[in-house]
């Protein structure tokens, strides 16, 4: 595998594991407004684009429901007091960011999660390794959109040629393709082989360590 000097990475499903504090939260904004709640196994497959386009999914006729922006502003709030209940790095992830700092790598996370809590779980978890954290906000579009990923190799004066982008979906190699990046796309997150192959991966690793040879 190439050496690269600017590694950005997706985080949940890539870095972090953060689906049961996600259904946590998205299965208590339900109840709170009587709607049916889902499986884990529904909103692992919920997830990818961002919150807004997780509760869409996740309510009775989207945002068509008269009580989406309440569910969507009640999960907010319970996912803010609650995202560190069961999240944590995937297993090798923590070596994996010491052995690329000792190597005098670059790294940046690119998240569609909402800008406060991409900043709070790579400042708890990561501090010290990640130097940018870029998540959803106003003014930037979101993943597949390439707007993140310059944003980030810009802060860290990284060039094409140098830089990887590692993810775990569909819309991470989408946004790889968009920002003309090579991407990998890991196998322990919340998308199958299959799945990504049928959406043009071609690349893969099954453990982070992997990322090292």
Do not use: Q
Request: glycine share 8%; proline share 4%; net charge negative.
């Amino acid at each position: 595998m190439k050496d690269y000097n600017t590694y950005i990475f997706d985080l949940d499903g890539t870095l972090l594991s953060t689906l049961t504090d996600l259904v946590a939260s998205t299965n208590y904004a339900l109840r709170r407004y009587g709607m049916p709640e889902h499986t884990y196994e529904d909103i692992r497959l919920f997830v990818g684009n961002g919150v807004k386009k997780l509760i869409e999914r996740a309510v009775p006729e989207g945002i068509g429901n008269r009580d989406f922006d309440n569910v969507y502003m009640t999960f907010r709030e319970h996912y803010m007091e609650h995202s560190l209940d069961t999240t944590g790095p995937y297993p090798g992830i923590m070596e994996l960011l010491t052995e690329l700092k000792k190597r005098g790598k670059r790294m940046a996370v690119v998240s569609n999660k909402f800008y406060a809590a991409t900043e709070e779980l790579c400042r708890y978890f990561f501090d010290g390794y990640v130097d940018v954290a870029i998540g959803e906000r106003d003014g930037i579009r979101k993943k597949p959109a390439p707007d993140a990923v310059f944003e980030a190799m810009h802060r860290l004066g990284a060039d094409k040629e140098s830089t990887v982008y590692i993810g775990d979906s569909d819309v991470d190699i989408e946004t790889a393709r968009n920002s003309g990046l090579p991407c990998i796309s890991v196998l322990w997150g919340f998308r199958d082989r299959e799945f990504l192959i049928e959406h043009g991966a071609t690349t893969f690793i099954m453990k982070p360590e992997e990322l090292l040879a």
